[in-house]
Structures are given as C-alpha cells and as structure tokens.
C-alpha cells in the first residue's frame, strides 16, 4: 500500500511547526515535554505504525467497512491518512473513526499541518470535526470526545477493529 506523500513539507523556523526527517510537521507539546510524532518522520510514523500495522486497508477490504478508536486525537494525522488509505484502497467501504483527545488542536492549526495534503476533502472534514466533533459524510464518519480518555472512553458503544 502506498500513501500519496507527506501532508506538508516544513521550512525550518516555520512557527510552531517542526520539520521532521520526512518533511512532514511536527509539533512540540509543552504538556508532555515531547513532540506529537516521532522525528524521523511524522507521515511515516503515521503510515506505518497505524495505517499498515493495523491492517485496517484488508479490513475495509474483507468487510466494508472498519471503526477505529483513535486513543489521542494529536495533530490528526493519524486519521487522516487512515482515511485517505480506506478511500483509495477500499472505495466505498464505511469508515467509522472515534477520536478521543484531552486538548485538541485548533481548528486553524490543522489546515496549516496539511495545506498540501492532496485531498481537499479529508482535510475539510477533520477541519470539521474539530470546530463541531463530528463530521459524517457518505460513508465516513468521524466523532470526536473531549476530556480524558479514561472518563470519555465509557461513552463509547460498540467494538472497534483497531485502536490508535
């Protein structure tokens, strides 16, 4: 499987965006004195650790459809290259992704993050997600809970077929 690329290359000194060892942007959370992606490379993090390793594309595949629990929302990436995998690799299979996050981003840092990822569409959605904490369109729905995840993940019903 092979994604399309890194949502954005970063200029070093870009503010608040740190570049990583693929191109893509990282940021540095003084909550947790780290950064939200590995530095070798945020998009590769993204695409292998989650979007491979969960074989959430032979999932979709098989079944038609695949719900993720995203454990830490972050800066979205995550999810947005698990969407854009199912939507190439599996058109037409529903996707249901919960998203849990302590503090999410803000609605005007995410469009910064990936304002060259290829597909407008996953990045309005989450765009939405973020402003309302839910978007559903066609066959993708997303929800966002937010507080920690150790109260919000007993609002949640149902199994899920990989967690984040």
Not at 34 to 46: T, V
């Amino acid at each position: 499987m092979e994604l399309t690329g890194p949502p954005e290359r970063v200029e070093p000194g870009a503010p608040g965006l740190v570049p990583t060892g693929d191109g893509s942007p990282t940021v540095f959370s003084e909550d947790y004195g780290e950064h939200y992606h590995n530095l070798s490379g945020a998009y590769l993090e993204a695409k292998g650790r989650y979007v491979e390793e969960c074989r959430i594309v032979p999932r979709a595949q098989q079944t038609g459809e695949v719900r993720i629990l995203d454990i830490g929302l972050g800066l979205g990436f995550n999810l947005a290259f698990a969407w854009e995998a199912i939507a190439r690799e599996a058109p037409g299979a529903r996707l249901t992704i919960v998203s849990l996050e302590k503090a999410p981003i803000s609605a005007t840092l995410w469009p910064l993050l990936m304002r060259n990822f290829p597909d407008r569409k996953i990045v309005d959605g989450v765009a939405e997600l973020l402003e309302t904490g839910t978007f559903a369109q066609g066959s993708v729905s997303l929800k966002l809970f937010v507080g920690r995840a150790e109260d919000t993940i007993e609002w949640l019903e149902g199994g899920f077929d990989a967690v984040f």
